[in-house]
């Protein structure tokens, strides 16, 4: 391991705050090009805060399908001068790292005014062939054995949770209901139709134990915010919300496969710590749900409850949107849909349109704080890049 | 069910170490060779497992790299292990990424753990999907999917 101690790491000064949010409506088979859903998520962010192009220094982006356009393209295309630019590659973690690289810029004076985008075009069919090549760990010694993509290795992740901690499938799927009871209140979301638990665990089998309301539908979409200094922000008349604290880690236990505990236990005393905050003055949690065993990691790995302690603690607490600690207040992606790369950012999205009291029928009361956790960048079998940030209201 | 052989596409070399499958089906995604990962795919030809061993810090490597993931060294040895392990965990796939491997549903996917210690992600064969288990001993055959590449799979130890 590295001979520092990360958790040695400066604190956020206070200084950078967001502003703004953009959520472009998302389509169950793309209308639009990748590059079409991150101008328009820009300029729906932009607009939500009274600020324009030329008002841009820093610009951040986060996608799979946009190649061969790229953040300095995409800038071009935008009519942004930068100042500072960055390139998300750290997959459904790569916006909530990209806040804190922003954060830091900030900070140090490198941008006055940051838009981060996350968003894909992502059809069924862009999502299979993505994944068939994916990265070349995935390419050489996974593909040629017919491993059912990111399903495959998240059902192996899910049947060893099982195995070691007695997780249940009813576990599992109070998140996916109560999320799509969520998404019922989220003019966005895809999927909005009423679920059952037994729906829920007596859909059709896709990768045994994993069930189709375990995976996320592909889709077009893309999320934008903005982050400013406070200076800048007081002119902008809108609610700003600080981030309080982060952290990331990537390739977190390089000798696992199968990461039942991951970097969020590493990283997630020095954030809490740096917060100011316990786990009890959380007033939401948006977790990267690629799948509703990723919920329960994340859950553990963030200390919410002990290792191995997800399901249950799911079970006994009240996730609802009036409940002690909401859950994927908008519904997540299970329920949204997923945008590809954008699917990293839409907790992002959710966290700050809450906070600035914007959320409508799904509203969490008296919500002050979030946190958001980012998980992404499948490689060999495990998911490399884990995210996580804390943010507050005024 | 996946079926260990098909007579009229599969036969055993008798000599390997462990079974060598000759498949037939073609358009399986096959593997980019390089000079560090050779010999392992090159091993399976052969029906033997074999691994990188850091010649410095002595720690089996897998997947294959140019450098020892733990020490960074770029000396290693290609180390002939038992091709023995254990379930540690295990998916059953219905629905294959890759359209070459619609004719295997399911495919058993599995992480099976070396006796020798590390994990290799792989596929069980020469078994109904209600038999599998976490823990069940599994030792290795091999898939010759191109002409320089076999695959490790594994099969319940009998
Ligand atoms: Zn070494």
Redesign the interface.
Known sequence: MSPRDPAAKRPFEGNAVIVGYGQTTYHKRPEWSTLQYCIEAVRLALDSCGLSNDDVDGLGVCSFMLPPDNTATLAEHLGMTLTWGYLGTFGGAAQVIGLQRAVRAIEAGDAETVVLVAADAYSVSAH?SL??DFN??M???????????A???F???E??HR?EYGTTREQLGKLAVTQRRNAGLNPNALLREPMTIEDYLNAR??????RLYDCVLPCGGGEAIVVTNVERARTLNRPAIRVLAGGERTNYG??K??LLDAGWREFAPTMFEQAGLSRSDIDMVELYDDYPIMELIQLEGLGFCDRGQGGAFVEETDISLTGTLPINTGGGQLSCGQSGAGGGAIGLTEAVMQLQGEAGERQVPNARTALVSGFGMVG??KGLCQSAVILATE | MVSLIKKEDTSITEEATHPVLEHAGSG?????LFEW?RPFFEGGLQGKLRLQRCARCKQLIY?PRMLC??CFSPDYEWEQLSGRGTV???????????P??TD?I??L???VELSEGP?????LLGCA?EQVS?GMEVSVVFDT?APD?A?P?FVPQT
Request: hydrophobic residues 45%; contains cysteine.
């Open positions: 299979v994944m068939d070349s760990g390419r050489e010694y996974l593909i040629p054995y017919g491993m059912g993509g399903n495959g290795l059902a192996m992740l049947q060893r195995y089998v896709i990768c045994d134990p994993i390089p000798d496969l199968v060999y079998v | 399986i995604p096959t593997p980019t990962n997947y993931p733990r540690y965990s295990f998916a059953i796939v219905w629905r294959p990424n890759h070459a491997f295997q399911p495919v996917l599995a992480v994990q290799m992600v792989s596929t999907p976490i999917i590449v695959l799979k």
